[in-house]
């Protein structure tokens, strides 16, 4: 089981039988020496095949997201194009391609604080977890402070200047940082235990209710995604985390009947499982799917989506991936989706692989939120979820939540380096590198 190895760690009773018994192993000594010459190239072959593992996860990390980022960057150019259209016809000094371009800027100011924080030792994040987490609470609760910038009946941006940012993408990098250190300080009994989980779970709490009211309960799901995921898999047992579930689903039910939107969508969900499609409008999610109708298996391509132009909402962002499936058809489709699992696979293998807890409950959070917020959007676009408004990583326009899941990115990197080997292996094949290129230009 993977919960089993990824978070196998020591009981309060393993820490004392394990010092009680290094006297008795003082005593075995010239007995385990006569297996001691085999036990070395054991050691050396677990140690590459370790290394090796993480190596490669980490390299289709970084593939897969600079595929979606690349992918992202022309989908917000095509998925934009009626609006900035429409801008430079009545004004035209307004840049048509700004919303691109923008996005493009984002996207290399998330790579390059990716590349630091990949760079940095991974131990500086535990060092460094709680002045990160005060900083996203303060910063999330400046936008209930100040009101914050209305958007789609959401209060969760802040402006500062002519700067607009959603700290609740950010915060969701602090939290799950912050998560780790405080779950990886805890032995298995420890987290078995309401009173020593006090802590974490109302630092938690914290993060999602300042994120609820601000109105953005899309996000606040997904908090509870990764959150009870990471307390899940750190050695919390199932019947732990019922009380909590049925808060949240109370929770849930208050806030989704406390607003009318959300109220309509939840409707429009049940409604379509229920009446035949032709009795009743199409929702958002059916002209998703007249965009996935019309692109076949391989799409009308790049800037040719119709929908867009019609009565498909948000399609620069949380209906992006409609945008794809109508442009670039299931071959497009299929392509995020396997980039995606990619992703998740990649993560979930620097998990398993890594010597400290700390680092296995950053990689794991992080799985969660990437992937699974990736999969929670495209069931909610083709309609197998309510809509509640959440974006696609990597591909929806958006600076906050671009720069936010490019750092994570970075730190899980940081993470991998810190595999025994990694870094080493990184330095010398670098090393070779650079030696190739300069007996190239010597020969040439």
């Known amino acids: 089981m993977m919960k089993l190895r990824l978070l196998k760690r020591q009981t309060k009773s393993d820490k004392a039988a394990d010092s009680s018994s290094q006297s008795t192993d003082k005593t075995k000594t010239s007995a385990a020496s006569a297996t001691s010459a085999a036990t070395p190239v054991t050691d050396e072959k677990a140690f590459r095949a370790r290394r090796d593992t993480v190596i490669r996860a980490m390299a289709l990390l970084i593939i897969a997201s600079l595929a979606l980022v690349f992918l992202g960057v022309f ?15 009545a004004d ?27 760079f940095m030792k991974y131990q500086w994040f535990r060092t460094l977890a709680w002045p990160i ?24 941006w802040l402006v500062i200047g002519p700067l607009q940012m959603q700290p609740s993408e ?18 298995l009994e420890e987290i078995q235990s309401y009173r020593t989980l006090a802590i974490p779970a109302i630092g938690f709490v914290i993060s999602i209710g300042l994120v609820v009211l601000g109105g953005d309960v899309g996000t606040g799901l997904i908090y509870i995604l990764i959150g009870g995921g990471m307390f899940w898999l750190s050695g919390m047992k199932l019947k732990q985390l019922i009380p909590a579930a049925v808060a949240v689903v109370l929770l849930a039910t208050v806030l989704v009947v406390s607003q009318p939107t959300r109220l309509t969508r939840v409707g429009d969900y049940f409604s379509n499982l229920f009446i035949l499609p032709d009795t009743i409008m199409p929702t958002q999610s059916e002209y998703a799917m007249f965009a996935f109708g019309s692109g076949g298996i391989t799409g009308v391509g790049i800037g040719g989506g119709k929908e867009k132009w019609r009565d498909l909402a948000e399609a620069h962002t949380d209906f992006i991936f409609a945008v794809i499936g109508e442009e670039l058809g299931l071959i497009g489709v299929v392509t ?64 906050s939540s671009m720069m936010a899941t490019l750092f994570m990115v970075g730190v ?17 094949r670098g090393s070779l590198a650079r030696g190739a290129r300069a007996l190239v230009r010597r020969n040439s």
């Open 133 to 156: 987490i005060l900083l996203g609470w303060t910063l999330q609760g400046l936008v209930l402070v100040t009101g914050g910038e209305g958007v789609a009946g959401n209060n969760n």
């Open 336 to 399: 995020v989706i396997v980039l995606f699992l990619a992703i998740g696979w990649s993560l979930v293998t620097i998990a398993m692989n890594h010597p400290d807890r700390f680092g296995q409950l950053i990689a794991v959070g992080a799985a969660l939120w990437l992937a699974g917020q990736a999969f929670a959007n495209m069931w909610v676009v083709v309609g197998l979820l309510p809509v509640f408004g959440v974006p696609l990583p990597f591909v929806s326009m958006g600076g």
């Open 92 to 118: 035209p000094e307004i840049q048509p391609f700004r919303f691109a371009i923008r996005q493009a800027i984002f996207a290399l100011v998330g790579l390059g604080g990716g590349v630091v924080l990949a």
């Open 412 to 428: 899980v990197l940081s993470c991998g380096f810190g595999v025994p080997g990694v870094r080493e292996a990184f330095r010398v």
């Open 170 to 187: 950010f915060l969701k990098l602090a939290t799950v940082i912050w998560l780790a250190m405080m779950l990886a300080r805890l032995s």
């Open 75 to 89: 989908m917000v150019f095509s998925a934009t194009a009626p609006s900035s259209i429409s801008a430079h016809w």
